[in-house]
């Protein structure tokens, strides 16, 4: 039976790279002083639809959505901030401390999608979220943070920071009256689900993907020329502040972002001109929507199936050297070893030391290929001879040096060398 469409199984080098890279991006968020959290894959449905939005693609087409034994009406995540913002607000993690609070969590999403290169139906996410502080720092800070990801992986230079502002959701509401005003002339032009975000939410026409060519949307109004002057002031400041910073970016005006939530400043950091690995923005009102609590937020999510592809891409030969080592091959050449094998492979283990054993009679020549395949450091080998004489053979199978050592306390000698 095959996994189904749109999944695919982690195992082997795949699953060494994937956590190489989600552990490099809990180090940094650590560096942050970002906490860890975990919210459930499931969540009710209606979280999605106060969250997420009734309007986004996600929501209208991309869930997976059931009823449960008790008839609740239970979606998997499509995203993980909805379910991070329900935990800060159930668990009254805003009531505990201080003025900021800033969480990272790494795990599963699920959307409906028609699956292609860097689009599956189950993937990982890897996010931040920042609750608290409404200053263009905060802004900044997690901006930076997403950019030091991407220098940290090295891919910089094929990764581009597209930033946007759409203001609040009141000039937004303004502003979609305005597009609509605008696209309705061309709706005989556009595709299948521009003809309903016309009236859902004209925003998203201008980054239709399959549209994005049309005049209609290069010559559309433009949302900047409708914000008011403390949306665009608060724009021009992260802007200036970026550049102190270094941080190199171009301005996209058709950048909306699929989620309804955002408020004022969105990004995305996009690969290779085609896919977007990092997306975020500001949502301040979205905690008070479902908590009654005024509490800013800004935040963004990385696709880890597409970093982990951008990064596989980038360092071919970096990639290639990740391999599973182990530091000890046990070879039992007779019945009476492995009990032996079992209390030194514990003793050793218990230092941290990673350990193996087969123990299916299959030779010295059978084990050696298996220790060479899993890239051990050493081959202890215990057979008649050893036991009788009470002795092991120890092979360093990258000098090839051979020694016998004592079978009472080989261990500590392994130790010993290892250091
Ligand atoms: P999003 O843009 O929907 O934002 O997703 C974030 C990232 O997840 C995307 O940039 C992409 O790399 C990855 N992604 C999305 N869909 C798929 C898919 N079907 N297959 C593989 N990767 C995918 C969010 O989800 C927001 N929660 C981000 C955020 C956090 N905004 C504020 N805080």
Same mark, same amino acid.
């Given at each position: 039976?095959?996994?189904?469409?749109?999944?695919?199984?982690?195992?082997?080098?795949?699953?060494?790279?994937?956590?190489?890279?989600?552990?490099?991006?809990?180090?940094?968020?650590?560096?942050?002083?970002? /906490?860890?959290?975990?919210?459930?894959?499931?969540?009710?449905?209606?979280?999605?639809?106060?969250?997420?939005?009734?309007?986004?693609?996600?929501?209208?087409? +991309?869930?997976?959505?059931?009823?449960?034994?008790?008839?609740?009406?239970?979606?998997?995540?499509?995203?993980?901030?909805?379910?991070?913002?329900?935990?800060?607000?159930?668990?009254?993690?805003?009531?505990?401390?201080?003025?900021?609070?800033?969480?990272?969590?790494?795990?599963?999403?699920?959307?409906?999608?028609?699956?292609?290169?860097?689009?599956?139906?189950?993937?990982?996410?890897?996010?931040?979220?920042?609750?608290?502080?409404?200053?263009?720092?905060? /802004?900044?800070?997690?901006?930076?943070?997403?950019?030091?990801?991407?220098?940290?992986?090295?891919?910089?230079?094929?990764?581009?920071?597209?930033?946007?502002?759409?203001?609040?959701?009141?000039?937004?509401?303004?502003?979609?009256?305005?597009?609509?005003?605008?696209?309705?002339?061309?709706?005989?032009?556009?595709c299948d689900d521009c003809k309903s975000r016309l009236e859902i939410n004209p925003l998203r026409i201008l980054?239709?993907?399959?549209?994005?060519?049309?005049?209609?949307?290069?010559?559309?109004?433009?949302?900047?020329?409708?914000?008011?002057?403390?949306?665009?002031?608060?724009?021009?400041?992260?802007?200036?502040?970026?550049?102190?910073?270094? *941080?190199?970016?171009?301005?996209?005006?058709?950048?909306?972002?699929?989620?309804?939530?955002?408020?004022?400043?969105?990004?995305?950091?996009?690969?290779?001109?085609?896919?977007?690995?990092i997306g975020g923005g500001r949502y301040d009102t979205l905690v008070d929507e479902i908590g009654n609590i005024n509490m800013?937020? *800004?935040?963004?999510?990385?696709?880890?199936?597409?970093?982990?592809?951008?990064?596989?891409?980038?360092?071919?030969?970096?990639?290639?050297?990740?391999?599973?080592?182990?530091?000890?091959?046990?070879?039992?050449?007779?019945?009476?070893?492995?009990?032996?094998?079992?209390?030194?492979?514990?003793?050793?283990?218990?230092?941290?030391?990673?350990?193996?054993?087969?123990?299916?009679?299959?030779?010295?020549?059978?084990?050696?290929?298996?220790?060479?395949?899993?890239?051990?450091?050493?081959?202890?080998?215990?057979?008649?001879?050893? *036991? +009788?004489?009470?002795?092991?053979?120890?092979?360093?199978?990258?000098?090839?040096?051979?020694?016998?050592?004592?079978?009472?306390?080989?261990?500590?000698?392994?130790?010993?060398?290892?250091?």
């Amino acid at each position: 039976m095959e996994a189904l469409r749109g999944t695919y199984d982690l195992y082997d080098k795949e699953i060494l790279i994937h956590m190489e890279i989600v552990n490099t991006l809990k180090e940094i968020a650590q560096t942050y002083n970002f /906490d860890e959290i975990k919210t459930p894959l499931i969540e009710k449905t209606e979280l999605f639809s106060r969250t997420t939005g009734n309007s986004s693609d996600i929501v209208r087409k +991309e869930m997976y959505s059931f009823l449960d034994k008790g008839d609740r009406n239970i979606s998997l995540r499509p995203e993980l901030t909805a379910g991070v913002v329900r935990s800060f607000l159930s668990n009254k993690i805003y009531g505990k401390r201080q003025s900021q609070y800033k969480f990272f969590y790494y795990g599963e999403a699920f959307r409906y999608e028609r699956p292609q290169k860097g689009r599956y139906r189950q993937f990982h996410q890897f996010g931040v979220e920042m609750f608290g502080d409404e200053t263009v720092y905060s /802004d900044v800070e997690v901006i930076l943070m997403a950019s030091s990801i991407i220098k940290k992986l090295g891919l910089e230079n094929k990764v581009k920071l597209k930033i946007n502002t759409i203001g609040s959701a009141a000039e937004r509401r303004l502003y979609s009256d305005i597009l609509r005003n605008h696209f309705k002339n061309y709706k005989d032009d556009m595709c299948d689900d521009c003809k309903s975000r016309l009236e859902i939410n004209p925003l998203r026409i201008l980054d239709c993907k399959i549209d994005n060519n049309k005049e209609y949307i290069k010559d559309a109004p433009q949302l900047k020329n409708n914000l008011n002057t403390s949306s665009l002031k608060r724009y021009a400041e992260v802007l200036v502040l970026l550049d102190d910073l270094g *941080i190199e970016y171009e301005e996209d005006t058709t950048l909306v972002r699929g989620l309804d939530y955002y408020n004022d400043i969105v990004f995305e950091f996009v690969y290779d001109n085609t896919h977007t690995l990092i997306g975020g923005g500001r949502y301040d009102t979205l905690v008070d929507e479902i908590g009654n609590i005024n509490m800013p937020a *800004i935040g963004f999510g990385i696709g880890i199936e597409r970093i982990v592809e951008a990064f596989k891409e980038q360092h071919k030969e970096y990639v290639s050297t990740i391999e599973k080592t182990i530091d000890v091959m046990y070879v039992g050449l007779t019945e009476k070893a492995y009990p032996i094998i079992l209390k030194s492979m514990n003793k050793l283990r218990e230092e941290g030391v990673i350990c193996s054993c087969l123990y299916n009679k299959s030779g010295l020549k059978g084990n050696l290929k298996e220790a060479l395949r899993l890239n051990s450091i050493y081959l202890v080998i215990i057979g008649e001879d050893e *036991i +009788e004489k009470g002795e092991v053979t120890v092979k360093n199978l990258i000098t090839q040096e051979e020694q016998a050592l004592k079978l009472a306390n080989f261990e500590e000698d392994i130790l010993n060398i290892k250091d």
